[in-house]
């Protein structure tokens, strides 16, 4: 069992690395992708130079400087100069390299291993019409290997290398061509399920946000009705609906600071998620918070009720070291058929907090002009 838990968790914590692997390569791209080059010719550099081919081991080594450029041209943000520094270095390294070896080195895979770049970053870089310049760059690069290969298939090369340097450059170039068609469209499927998941997570939050109130992470009205239209469908249920207003919440704001009065609301919303556990809860407006009490008769939920009352009245709120007492009055009101709208039940709650808000404060009001006794 342990084992099992234990590949599982592995599982997870490989796949949280290889997410976190995979935004930073699609974060970095050009980055990546420049000193991928760099690399590649800096292997080049050194077969060129073992082989007394000079002129690609002096091409090599200045695509390397390049490239070291390009790098401090991706921290400054000229992105767009990059783009076209490697398709242009490509580009004249396969014409100048297959002068010098011939077709047969397979120098010209690199000509192929530039077309996921450009399609990856052309299309992410490019916008509207601009993206057909990508259409012409992939007509151009076809169009450069058909006049290579027209020119050089049988022309004999300036430097004869040996075969197995010739198999190598092979190799080393049809890997760099399968190399990048993977790699890029590996970035790019990650990068498009990253950017669903991300629009997935924002309409989300836009739904919460517009059912929720930002301070309390209550129900809002617009989330709240629903909830009480719903449950009036199903004749089989019964509930009641408390109404709750804080007493003289104004005076709070006034006297401590309105940052004062958020904590007192978030202290209250605490108490009464913790008592009435199970049933939703409404941040009505300002200090006015609505409890729907599924499954309750009214004796049962005047017995809630009240419970909540005291705990509230005994448990002020603790603001920089200040105590802020605070107190709430609730009317109740019990769902009757024959009430067809959510808003008439909670308007007869509303109507009898407002009672007790006539009479004393600080009350639980179950009937008109019934409240039970401190």
């Given at each position: 069992?342990?084992?099992?838990?234990?590949?599982k968790?592995?599982?997870?914590d490989?796949?949280k690395?290889?997410?976190?692997?995979m935004?930073?390569?699609v974060?970095?791209?050009?980055?990546?992708?420049?000193g991928v080059?760099?690399?590649?010719h800096?292997?080049?550099f050194t077969?060129?130079?073992?082989?007394?081919?000079?002129?690609?081991a002096?091409?090599?080594a200045?695509?390397?400087a390049?490239?070291i450029?390009?790098?401090?041209?991706c921290?400054?943000?000229?992105?767009?100069?990059?783009?076209?520094?490697?398709i242009?270095e490509v580009t004249i390294y396969t014409v100048?390299?297959?002068?010098?070896?011939?077709?047969?080195?397979?120098?010209?895979?690199f000509?192929?291993?530039?077309?996921?770049?450009?399609?990856?970053?052309g299309?992410?870089?490019?916008?509207?019409?601009?993206?057909?310049?990508v259409?012409?760059?992939?007509?151009l690069?076809?169009?450069?290997?058909?006049?290579?290969?027209?020119?050089?298939?049988?022309?004999?090369?300036?430097?004869?290398?040996?075969?197995f340097?010739r198999t190598?450059?092979?190799?080393?170039?049809?890997?760099?061509?399968?190399?990048a068609t993977m790699?890029?469209?590996a970035?790019?499927i990650?990068?498009?399920?990253?950017?669903?998941t991300?629009?997935?997570?924002?309409?989300k939050?836009?739904?919460?946000d517009?059912?929720e109130?930002?301070?309390t992470?209550?129900l809002n009205?617009?989330?709240?009705?629903?909830?009480?239209?719903?449950?009036?469908?199903d004749?089989?249920?019964?509930?009641?609906?408390?109404?709750c207003d804080?007493?003289?919440?104004?005076?709070?704001?006034?006297?401590?600071?309105?940052?004062a009065g958020?904590?007192?609301?978030?202290?209250?919303?605490?108490?009464?998620?913790?008592?009435?556990?199970g049933f939703d809860i409404?941040?009505?407006?300002?200090?006015?918070?609505v409890?729907?009490?599924?499954?309750?008769?009214?004796?049962?939920?005047?017995?809630?009720?009240?419970?909540?009352?005291?705990?509230?009245e005994?448990?002020?709120?603790?603001?920089?070291?200040k105590?802020?007492?605070i107190t709430?009055?609730i009317?109740?009101?019990?769902?009757?058929?024959?009430?067809k709208?959510p808003?008439d039940?909670?308007?007869?709650a509303?109507?009898?907090?407002?009672?007790?808000?006539?009479?004393?404060?600080?009350?639980?009001?179950?009937?008109?002009?019934q409240?039970?006794?401190?």
């Open positions: 069992m342990d084992n099992a838990i234990e590949k968790q592995a599982g997870k490989g796949m690395l290889l997410d976190r692997t935004q930073a390569l974060g970095n791209a050009y980055e990546f992708t420049v080059m760099c690399l590649v800096s292997v080049l077969i060129f130079l073992a082989n007394g081919v000079t002129p690609l002096v091409y090599n200045l695509s390397v390049i490239y450029l390009c790098f401090f041209l921290k400054s943000g000229r992105i767009l100069a990059v783009y076209a520094a490697i242009l100048v390299s297959s002068y010098y070896v011939g077709l047969r080195c397979g120098t010209y895979c000509l192929f291993s530039i077309i996921p770049i450009i399609i990856y970053f299309s992410s870089m490019f916008k509207g019409k601009q993206r057909w310049s259409i012409m760059m992939l007509v690069n076809f169009v450069t290997f058909a006049v290579l290969y027209a020119c050089f298939s049988e022309i004999q090369p300036v430097y004869i290398v040996s075969s340097t190598f450059l092979v190799i080393f170039s049809a890997f760099a061509m399968v190399f790699f890029y469209n970035m790019y990650y990068a498009s399920e990253h950017e669903v991300i629009l997935e997570q924002k309409n939050q836009l739904s919460a517009a059912q109130d930002a301070l992470s209550l009205r617009r989330g709240f009705v629903p909830v009480v239209k719903n449950l009036m469908k004749k089989s249920k019964h509930f009641c609906v408390a109404f804080l007493d003289n919440f104004k005076n709070v704001n006034d006297t401590y600071g309105h940052d958020d904590e007192v609301l978030k202290h209250v919303t605490r108490l009464i998620k913790k008592e009435m556990q409404c941040r009505w407006g300002g200090e006015e918070i409890i729907l009490m599924r499954n309750q008769s009214l004796d049962s939920a005047k017995a809630k009720a009240e419970k909540l009352r005291k705990n509230i005994s448990e002020p709120t603790v603001f920089f070291s105590s802020i007492p709430v009055t009317g109740l009101a019990e769902y009757k058929d024959g009430v709208e808003e039940v909670i308007k007869v509303d109507g009898r907090m407002y009672y007790g808000k006539q009479h004393g404060k600080n009350v639980v009001v179950f009937e008109d002009g409240q039970i006794d401190n």
